[in-house]
């Protein structure tokens, strides 16, 4: 596709149950983030993939969150044991990885846990 | 420790007054100031940046100014539409990284 595609677009789930959400970047795209946006709040940062280099996950807010990016395309982000101070708009942005350049985003992935 | 701070949670302007969107950043390295508009429901979108080398940047009603030695940038828009309204993104790169850095946004309400 043209864009980054997040999937799925909502997902609701169960407290304490394992989610996964799927970010399918622009092909050719090094840079990938992962954000997420609570209800009311701005953006905050999770983890930042680029290229081959060890991700920046200082934003990843507990041991429950964890994130891959594999073969440098597709990430998967996978919250475990899922709390409802989850529950928010997790989106995906991706960028060609050279300076100087913006990013692009998915239209986000919105998480309710019940 | 937030190195690019939106201080102004939300902003309310009347229809055709000037919208003034304020960002702040800490690291004097940041090089490339971006602005992204945020919908309800759809990811944000590009707006305008500007390079370090620049201090200001137009596009059509929309102007980012950059003050590096106040570590400051805005953007104005001039005149503001209710279809303007939506949640703006400030965002800074370079610093010897690729990585943006993206503020916490501002809420605009453009009021008819």
Redesign the interface.
Known sequence: GAG?SQSPSNKVTEKGKDVELRCDPISGHT?L?W?RQSLG?????LI?F?GNSAP?KSGLPSDRFSAERTGGSVSTLTIQRTQQEDSAVY?C?T?P????????????TRLTVV | DQQVKQNSPSLSVQEGRISILNCDYTNSMFDYFLWYKKYPAEGPTFLISISSIKDKNEDGRFTVFLNKSAKHLSLHIVPSQPGDSAVYFCAAGGAGSYQLTFGKGTKLSVIP
């Open positions: 980054v840079a983030y954000y709040q701005g953006l905050e940062f930042y680029q920046d989106l942005a960028d990885g050279g300076m100087n350049t913006e990013a692009f985003f998915g239209q986000g």
